[in-house]
């Protein structure tokens, strides 16, 4: 092979590399984007005592925010239209819950079973509170946790600009 051939073949080889290169960084970069539309606050100060705390809207017009249960890490959904917490059972079997009485509730898909427990604390940024009822729901498939009005009757709530804002009374 020639000089030149090789050097065209080194010349293909690092294009290739630019651009691979270049793919690996736009998709990295787009699913931060992505990640920051649908979670913007995943962020949340779980670790500093507060008595207030302001999450913003996602792009689905939701607020979404980490959190704890008993001290495991979860992702909320805030639902003012859910009467208790409701966690998927393998965010329960992973947090250590214990599945207590089976109930029939009434959910946005129909009426399902679901069984009772208690939350020893639940934290969302710097607010937490303790002995919250809860449901553990074996029919969510996802592991977001709906964080109920269980929860959120304890604070006052004030929704402004896409951003809401809870706390202690």
């Known amino acids: 092979m020639s000089i030149s051939g090789r050097q065209t073949g080194a010349t293909?080889?690092?294009?290739?590399?630019?651009?691979?290169?270049?793919?690996?960084?736009?998709?990295?970069?787009?699913?931060g984007f992505i990640d920051r539309q649908d979670n913007p606050n995943?962020?949340?100060?779980n670790a500093t005592p507060q008595s207030q705390v302001v999450l913003e809207r996602n792009r689905a017009g939701h607020y979404v925010?980490?959190?704890?249960?008993?001290?495991?890490?979860v992702t909320f959904l805030l639902d003012t239209g859910a009467t208790h917490i409701?966690?998927?059972?393998?965010?329960?079997?992973?947090?250590?819950?214990?599945?207590g009485r089976a109930v029939r509730v009434n959910?946005?898909?129909?009426?399902?079973?679901?069984?009772?427990t208690r939350l020893q604390t639940v934290q969302?940024?710097?607010?937490?509170?303790?002995?919250?009822?809860?449901?553990i729901n074996a029919h969510m498939s996802d592991e977001i946790v709906l964080l109920g009005m269980s929860f959120m009757r304890h604070l006052d709530m004030t929704q402004r600009d896409g951003m809401l804002t809870?706390?202690?009374p």
């Open 166 to 168: 809870l706390k202690l």
């Open 12 to 31: 293909s080889g690092l294009a290739i590399v630019f651009w691979l290169l270049l793919m690996a960084s736009l998709t990295l970069f787009f699913n």
């Open 107 to 116: 959910t946005a898909n129909g009426i399902i079973t679901v069984h009772q």
């Open 65 to 73: 925010a980490p959190g704890k249960i008993n001290g495991h890490d």
């Open 42 to 45: 995943r962020h949340l100060n």
């Open 86 to 99: 409701s966690i998927p059972a393998g965010v329960a079997r992973a947090a250590g819950l214990v599945a």
């Open 124 to 135: 969302l940024g710097g607010i937490v509170l303790s002995e919250i009822s809860a449901n």
